[in-house]
């Protein structure tokens, strides 16, 4: 190994195929946390020790250690659950978590709070159903991502199944998972070599996502690769196909920067995922192993040159890519309400803030969604922008379904949400997420009821301009490609940044640094005063202050 190498890049090739010694950790009853090597290894597995940032100083007080809890991300490419599977997810929520069940922005939904002795209760559980965290998480290709609302096009299904297809293609081949956390026994004849990630899998996380074209909910450009179908005549023949997107960056560290992916080119769709593994292969042996701040595809695309980028992905590919053809992307934002696709099948996307679904005095969120399940009348989708379709109803079932949504007031929730707060992310943060310096899920609702009053008064509180928060400057809820973005700085602060496009092909630019709620409110009370009165029609937020030059 290179003196250079990471430290993690020496736990990744000492892991026996990611099994490490997490069968010790989950035995050792003396403490709720596991070895220090064995928490880089859980990522793979599609967990995350944390601990509950809340409780840090009673305990420390008491001389107790951190009140320690895992979070479980689900595999679930294209975002897609089936009845029994929400019923089992309902359940494993309610004995195992918090209760509540996240959906994030890569389209599927995460546990929070789990003790060390539930975490094999957990995903027995789960496998009972079929259902996987294998490589949520970690140096691997994550969860893959597609474009969600299947009335926007006839070739959604056909889509969808390439985003199962992708994320199969890119498992890792270890069957760590099975014996560590299912009681497999681990059988010698097993061939677990893995001509993709070999013993050092990829230098840091590669995501991957699928777009269907008007629709962009799933920011393809901010993703490390991606597809962009192209249909012809009414028929899938291709993908653009998009690399180099990525947004952490590090506060104080000027090598690090948001980039959005470029388009390679066209393939055809037969040759679709073959292009997606060669260019992860590419990533595999030409990124950089020794600083993880500078790990990510984008970092190797900018430094190889992306002529150079693309000359080797066509070799290992055998073939060139084409010119990227006709696929025009128009907005992002989920469609709330009742629509129906070309077979007749109603879907209804329901607006879950934050992506927390859970019931409150004003809408009972899960209950309403397990009624549904249990009475088998529906699938549940999830969207890149942390909200739940509950999808594929007959129409002898439309009424059934939508007197159980409006009873449990998830129709009532979806239609009295302003545009701002129907378009607006917001990332974990507090009191789970051991990276947070802010506040973001626990702070934007309250912040939004703020700017809803200043958009009243500046009369544009029909425009749904996007407003994405994190609570640091990883990027989670994906802020800089919004038209207003806050990025935590420390507890109760932001950087604001500004002038994303409606469709997610321009990244905003940086602001304002460090702002508290009163000087967010005072600088919005200015901008959003100036847009009232100097738009130009149907203009949006984010394209007015490019052009005014405020940003
Ligand atoms: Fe993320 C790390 C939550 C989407 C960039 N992200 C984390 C961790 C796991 C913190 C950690 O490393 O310990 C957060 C767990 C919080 C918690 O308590 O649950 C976390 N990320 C999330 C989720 C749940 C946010 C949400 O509220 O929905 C999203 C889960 C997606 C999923 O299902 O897989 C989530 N993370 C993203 C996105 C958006 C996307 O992919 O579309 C990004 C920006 C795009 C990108 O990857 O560049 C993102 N997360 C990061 C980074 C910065 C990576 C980098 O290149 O620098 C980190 C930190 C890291 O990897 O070191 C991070
Ligand atoms: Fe945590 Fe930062 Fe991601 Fe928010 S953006 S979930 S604070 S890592």
Redesign the pocket.
């Known amino acids: 190994m290179s003196q250079n190498e990471s430290p993690v890049e020496r736990i990744k090739k000492n892991s026996h195929g990611l099994r490490g010694t997490l069968k010790e950790s989950l035995k050792d009853e003396h403490t709720g946390a596991i070895r220090e090597d064995d928490q880089s290894l859980i990522k793979f597995h599609g967990m995350?020790m944390?601990d509950d940032r809340d409780r840090r100083e009673e305990r420390a007080a008491k001389k107790l250690e951190r009140l320690y809890s895992f979070?479980i991300?689900l595999r679930l490419p294209g975002g897609l659950l089936k009845p029994n599977e929400w019923v089992g997810l309902h359940h494993i929520a309610g004995e195992h978590t918090t209760g509540v069940i996240?959906i994030?922005?890569?389209?599927?939904v995460?546990l929070?709070g789990i003790l060390k002795s539930h975490i094999k209760p957990t995903i027995k559980a789960f496998d009972q159903m079929r259902l996987d965290s294998i490589a949520?998480?970690g140096d691997v290709n994550?969860?893959v991502t597609c474009s969600a609302h299947p009335s926007y096009s006839p070739i959604f299904q056909e889509i969808f199944e390439y985003a199962d297809k992708i994320s199969y293609e890119l498992l890792p081949k270890t069957r760590a998972y099975y014996e560590v956390w299912l009681d497999e026994e681990k059988l010698a004849e097993v061939n677990e070599e893995d001509p993709l990630y070999q013993d050092r899998y990829l230098p840091?996380?590669f995501?991957i996502a699928v777009a269907v074209p008007p629709y962009n909910d799933v920011?393809i450009f901010?993703?490390d690769a991606g597809l962009i179908a192209v249909v012809e005549k009414g028929k899938l023949t291709g993908f653009n196909v998009t690399a180099g997107g990525?947004?952490?960056?590090t506060h104080g560290n000027p090598d690090?920067y948001p980039r959005l992916a470029d388009v390679l080119g066209y393939v055809s769709k037969e040759d679709a995922i073959k292009a997606l593994y060669a260019i992860a292969t590419v990533q595999r042996d030409y990124g950089n192993r020794s600083d993880?701040?500078l790990s990510?595809l984008k970092y190797t695309i900018d430094k190889m040159g992306l002529p150079a980028f693309k000359a080797e992905v066509e070799k290992r590919l055998g073939f060139d890519f084409e010119t990227p053809r006709k696929a025009d992307l128009k907005f992002r934002h989920d469609e709330y309400g009742w629509h129906k696709n070309h077979q007749g099948l109603w879907y209804y996307t329901a607006f879950v803030e934050s992506?927390r679904v859970l019931d409150t005095e004003e809408v009972q969120l899960k209950q309403a969604f397990l009624e549904i399940a249990q009475a088998e009348k529906a699938n549940f989708r999830f969207t890149?922008n942390?909200n739940l379709i509950v999808a594929d109803i007959k129409e002898e079932d439309k009424a059934f379904v939508e007197n159980i949504l409006s009873t449990y007031g998830v129709i009532a929730n979806t239609e009295k949400a302003s545009p701002v707060r129907r378009n607006a992310l917001?990332?974990?943060a507090f009191n789970?997420?051991?990276?947070a310096l802010a506040e973001a899920?626990r702070y934007l609702p309250s912040l939004i009821t703020k700017v809803e009053e200043l958009m009243g008064k500046h009369k544009i509180q029909q425009e749904g301009i996007s407003i994405r928060m994190t609570g640091c400057p990883?990027?989670?809820?994906?802020p800089y490609i919004s038209e207003i973005g806050f990025v935590g700085t420390n507890y109760g602060r932001y950087n604001l940044h500004l002038g994303s496009d409606v469709i997610g092909t321009r990244l905003n630019k940086f602001y304002k640094e460090n702002l508290d709620e009163e000087q967010i409110l005072a600088e919005l009370d200015g901008l959003f005063g100036r847009y009232s009165s100097g738009r130009k029609k149907k203009e949006s937020f984010g394209d007015f202050v490019v052009r005014e030059g405020i940003v």
């Open positions: 995350y944390q979070m991300r996240k994030t922005t890569r389209q599927t995460q929070h949520a998480c994550r969860n840091r996380k995501k920011d901010t993703n990525g947004l952490g960056t690090t993880r701040k990510r992506g890149c942390q917001a990332c974990v789970t997420c051991p990276l899920q990883n990027g989670c809820a994906r």
